[in-house]
């Protein structure tokens, strides 16, 4: 019995430290189209999708260098390059489904991940 509790309490502990470090962040939500990000994603300071000009609307307080959209297998679709705080995607660049943004910004080698759901 002893052990049982020390296994529950062990597991309900990993539960929850890996719950708090998986903090998404819905970037973009409506009725077309979902960007999440996964915590650690703090450069954006707004996002919105503009119904008429169909575009994902990003603004960081870094610049990005590119952005990489890659599908479900991981494969790279485009790469856009930006160099700039404002970010703009066309929906047209995606079909229906699901794909990876990838955000690297500038001076960095590591690429950050946002999910993209287009419905």
Known sequence: MKFLITLFALTTINISVYAGDFNPDVLISNEDIEVI???GLNFFQS???????????FFTSKNISVVKI?????????????????????????????????????????????HVTVK
């Open 37 to 39: 990000a996964i915590a």
């Open 47 to 57: 996002s919105y999708y503009n119904n008429e000009s169909e575009n994902l609307n």
């Open 70 to 114: 890659f599908n479900l297998n991981g494969e790279l679709e485009f790469q856009l390059p930006v160099m700039s705080n404002n970010v703009q995607i066309n929906k047209n660049l995606f079909a229906s489904g699901r794909y990876k943004l990838g955000f690297l910004l500038e001076g960095q080698s590591n690429i950050h991940y946002a």
